[in-house]
């Protein structure tokens, strides 16, 4: 049981590359998650889905796409990468919803040049 | 719109000191509260967590009661170690219609020196 792992974890860009960070999960958890943590911010919601075939815009969406076409896996595309990106992304997954508790992967550290 | 305060950092101790890391919120009735940990260079993990008011949740020797009057969730240990040097945020979820999102605080950095 891996629970959530991240692909890649490391990874530089230059402005205007494009780029896919793949979420997968094996709880069989219906909702999955996209978080940035950038210094004195936080965690900021980027976008989530509550099930295959389903996605929502978090607080952060901007730049940002993403595809849930398996139940276990979870996608954040950057078409066109700005150095405001540059953070560290975290994806997590959960049961249900209110009062479930979430489980994180390792995250993964994107630069952009 | 929810949300949770909790104390800036960096906070730094010596081993076996105290330690008190405040949360206040602000929601719609009285949702679950979470405690986060993040070691460094890891992703978020669950500390403890309290499902209703009064509750205590505890682990690896941490505390927090969830306090209706005061819509706090302190986080609480007596005597630290090395090893709890880490980021803790406090968490609670959207009391509102998007109800399967955590609201985060902004995290509290502690070290523990020996």
């Known amino acids: 049981n891996a629970g959530v792992t991240q692909t890649p974890k490391f990874r530089v860009l230059k402005t205007g590359q494009s780029m896919t960070l793949l979420c997968a999960q094996d709880m069989n958890h219906e909702y999955m998650y996209w978080y940035r943590q950038d210094p004195g911010m936080g965690l900021r919601l980027i976008h989530y889905?509550?099930?295959?075939?389903?996605?929502a815009k978090g607080e952060v969406p901007d730049g940002y796409n993403v595809s849930r076409l398996k139940k276990q896996n979870f996608l954040l595309g950057l078409e066109s990468a700005a150095p405001s990106q540059t953070s560290v992304y975290f994806c997590?997954?959960?049961?249900?919803?209110?009062?479930?508790?979430?489980?994180f992967g390792p995250g993964t550290r994107l630069t952009v040049l | 719109g929810d949300s949770v305060t909790q104390m800036e950092g960096p906070v730094t101790l010596s081993e076996e000191a105290c330690l008190t890391i405040n949360c206040t919120y602000t929601a719609t009735g009285y949702p679950s509260l979470f405690w986060y940990v993040q070691y460094p260079g890891e992703g978020l993990q669950l500390l403890l967590k309290a499902t209703k008011a009064d509750d205590k949740g505890s682990n690896k020797g941490f505390e927090a009661t969830y306090r209706k009057e005061t819509t706090s969730f302190h986080l609480e240990k007596g005597s630290v170690q090395v090893s709890d040097s880490a980021v803790y945020f406090c968490a609670l979820p959207d009391s509102g219609g998007s109800n399967y999102k955590l609201t985060f605080g902004k995290g509290t950095l502690l070290t523990v020196n020996p």
């Open positions: 889905s509550v099930g295959e075939g389903t996605t």
């Open positions: 997590a997954s959960s049961a249900s919803g209110r009062g479930y508790t979430q489980y």
